[in-house]
């Protein structure tokens, strides 16, 4: 996360904020409040509050609405007072990071809500922007989803071209099960299915924890959650809207991934306003 901000401190300051230089004394103080624009789900405050310590340690933070929480036009998250200079650097790292984080929460809690009183939950996936996965799943928790894996790294994920190049679901199995005792790595296993066939695949082979039902219909989705049930987690993927997500959740699946969550998402209006005169 730091390193993510400094990134973003340096893409939008380089050698300096020349305007506000120009136009404002270094000694000026001044207060800016954070006003909501549009219905949704706020996140991103305290990632603001790390964006405006970094760049002055000396800027006090007032929060008035906490992440996670929904929010309306004319709300205020936030207060911040400290050197206008400051301020003002701040400004669109802020509102870039939190207009999409909220974004990204409000488009999650749509999907949740889709199935108030079922037991599945909804999962991200690895389609987020390079560089910012760290903020688009966090956004993701607030909204009331869950994460998905972070990255290739803490979790095997056996899909159709991992299959398709090791010559089949038993060679792709045996092949990730003989790396975990090589390595002696403890990683959780999943492998994405195309048919029930592959579902018998797998449940003869073994080795797994959850079996990811990959484009599948709805028919196929009930008929393939009555194969596993009791033996592996199941999770839809492929596809999945907004309009269908209740379908398949009410197939009996323990997930549903939902790509959508983070590439497909309208930034939720917000902007940093002065608040009279220091």
Same mark, same amino acid.
């Given at each position: 996360?730091?390193?993510?901000?400094?990134? =973003?401190i =340096?893409?939008?300051i380089g050698?300096? *904020?020349?305007?506000s230089?120009?136009?404002?004394?270094?000694?000026a103080?001044? #207060?800016?409040?954070?006003?909501?624009?549009?219905?949704?789900?706020?996140?991103?405050? =305290?990632?603001?509050g790390?964006? %405006?310590?970094?760049?002055?340690?000396?800027?006090?933070?007032t929060?008035?609405?906490? *992440?996670?929480?929904p929010?309306k036009?004319?709300?205020v998250? %936030?207060?911040?007072?400290?050197a206008?200079?400051?301020?003002l650097?701040?400004?669109? $790292?802020?509102l870039?990071?939190m207009?999409?984080?909220?974004g /990204?929460?409000t488009?999650? =809690?749509?999907?949740?809500?889709?199935?108030?009183?079922?037991?599945t939950r909804?999962?991200?996936?690895?389609?987020?922007t390079?560089?910012?996965r760290?903020l688009? +799943?966090l956004? /993701?928790k607030?909204?009331?989803?869950e994460?998905? #894996?972070?990255?290739?790294?803490d979790? $095997?994920?056996?899909?159709?071209?991992?299959?398709?190049?090791?010559?089949?679901?038993?060679?792709?199995l045996?092949?990730?099960?003989?790396?975990?005792?090589?390595?002696?790595?403890?990683?959780?296993?999943e492998?994405?299915? #195309?048919?029930?066939r592959?579902?018998?695949? /797998?449940?003869r082979?073994?080795? /797994?924890?959850?079996?990811?039902l990959d484009?599948?219909?709805?028919s196929?989705?009930r +008929?393939a959650?009555?194969?596993?049930?009791?033996?592996y987690?199941?999770?839809?993927?492929?596809?999945?809207t907004?309009?269908? $997500?209740? *379908?398949?959740?009410?197939?009996?699946?323990? %997930?549903?991934s939902v790509?959508a969550?983070?590439?497909?998402?309208?930034?939720? *209006?917000m902007?940093l +306003?002065?608040?009279?005169?220091?």
């Amino acid at each position: 996360m730091t390193g993510l901000i400094k990134l =973003a401190i =340096a893409e939008d300051i380089g050698d300096g *904020d020349h305007t506000s230089v120009a136009c404002i004394p270094a000694s000026a103080r001044g #207060r800016m409040k954070l006003l909501v624009k549009q219905e949704g789900i706020l996140a991103g405050v =305290a990632v603001a509050g790390q964006v %405006f310590r970094m760049i002055n340690p000396e800027i006090t933070m007032t929060v008035t609405i906490a *992440d996670g929480a929904p929010v309306k036009p004319g709300d205020v998250a %936030f207060y911040v007072e400290g050197a206008v200079r400051s301020l003002l650097q701040a400004e669109r $790292i802020v509102l870039n990071i939190m207009q999409r984080m909220s974004g /990204v929460a409000t488009q999650t =809690a749509e999907y949740v809500k889709k199935l108030d009183g079922l037991k599945t939950r909804v999962l991200d996936t690895r389609k987020t922007t390079p560089g910012m996965r760290v903020l688009d +799943k966090l956004a /993701v928790k607030l909204g009331g989803g869950e994460n998905h #894996r972070t990255g290739l790294f803490d979790m $095997i994920l056996i899909k159709d071209n991992h299959i398709d190049f090791s010559g089949g679901i038993e060679n792709a199995l045996n092949n990730v099960q003989a790396y975990l005792h090589r390595t002696r790595r403890k990683l959780p296993v999943e492998i994405e299915v #195309r048919t029930i066939r592959d579902i018998h695949t /797998v449940l003869r082979a073994g080795g /797994v924890q959850r079996i990811m039902l990959d484009n599948f219909s709805l028919s196929d989705t009930r +008929k393939a959650v009555e194969l596993i049930a009791g033996k592996y987690e199941t999770e839809s993927s492929g596809g999945i809207t907004l309009e269908t $997500i209740r *379908d398949y959740a009410e197939c009996g699946v323990d %997930f549903v991934s939902v790509g959508a969550l983070t590439h497909q998402i309208k930034s939720l *209006d917000m902007s940093l +306003k002065s608040v009279g005169n220091q």
